[in-house]
Nanobody
Framework: VQLQASGGGLVQAGGSLRLSCATLGRTFSPYVMGWFRQAPGKEREFVAAISRSGGRKYYADSAKGRFTISRDNAKDTVYLQMNSLEPEDTAIYYC????????????????WGQGTLVTVSS
């Protein structure tokens, strides 16, 4: 499964961005999808994940109430709507796919996109 993330950019604190991640060459409905991020000098961390049907969602504490993960299986695309962005959200955001179960553990995800940079200015 090839994943292509997009939608990153520069935004002021308090602003919003919507990230997208499309799969190329294969339908992604059989996969659980997740978003992770990696800030400079820090380890990759979990942001959100969504089940195959979209009926279950799982968020990191830092994302709860501000970020929303969703998916459109007809378009083979997963989204991350990010509101009330803070400078601490600055990172490269990665989408990932797993054929296993809903998880916040990066090692459980077999496929990764190239990442899209989100920069939040204060």
């Amino acid at each position: 499964v090839q994943l292509q993330a997009s939608g990153g950019g520069l935004v002021q604190a308090g602003g919003s961005l919507r990230l997208s991640c499309a799969t190329l060459g294969r339908t992604f409905s059989p996969y659980v999808m997740g978003w992770f991020r990696q800030a400079p000098g820090k380890e990759r961390e979990f942001v959100a994940a969504i089940s195959r049907s979209g009926g279950r969602k799982y968020y990191a504490d830092s994302a709860k109430g501000r970020f929303t993960i969703s998916r459109d299986n007809a378009k083979d695309t997963v989204y991350l709507q990010m509101n009330s962005l803070e400078p601490e959200d600055t990172a490269i955001y990665y989408c990932a796919a797993t054929a296993l179960f809903l998880s916040s553990t990066a090692d459980q995800y077999e496929y990764w996109g190239q990442g899209t940079l989100v920069t939040v200015s204060s």
